[in-house]
């Protein structure tokens, strides 16, 4: 069956970085865009970042641009998050994705069909 396994979360001070991989089987990766989501205390789930498929174009959120750097590495199904310069605001649980969404839909949860469970991430002040 899908499975998407995230990893990597922790606790940061402001400032630092951290680096959540995904983890993916059951699929064909390589035919699937990736993302990653977030998802902090009575807020709705948050665009982060995603790669295409066809072409590794990507895309941010405006809140993590320059910070964060999405990437995959097709050879062992997986998927990164590097997340640099970490505010408070940043702390949430962070979701993989992986989906065949068009263009428009890249940034949005429904463009997504298979998810993993989710890693926290919390950043001290």
């Known amino acids: 069956q899908v499975q998407l396994i995230e990893s990597g979360g922790g606790l940061v001070q402001a400032g630092g970085s951290l680096r959540l991989t995904c983890t993916a089987s059951?699929?064909?990766?390589?035919?699937?865009?990736l993302a990653w989501f977030r998802q902090a205390p009575g807020k709705e789930r948050e665009f982060v970042a995603a790669?295409?498929?066809?072409?590794?174009?990507?895309f941010y959120g405006d809140p993590v641009k320059g910070r964060f750097t999405i990437s995959r590495e097709n050879a062992k199904n997986t998927v990164y998050l590097q997340m640099n310069s970490l505010k408070p605001e940043d702390a949430a649980v962070y979701f993989c994705?992986?989906?065949?969404?068009?263009?428009?839909?890249?940034?949005?949860?429904?463009?997504?069909?298979?998810w993993g469970q989710g890693t926290q991430v919390t950043v001290s002040s």
């Open positions: 994705a992986a989906g065949n969404p068009i263009i428009s839909t890249i940034r949005t949860a429904q463009g997504f069909n298979y």
């Open positions: 059951g699929f064909t990766f390589n035919t699937h865009s």
């Open positions: 790669v295409r498929w066809s072409n590794s174009v990507t």
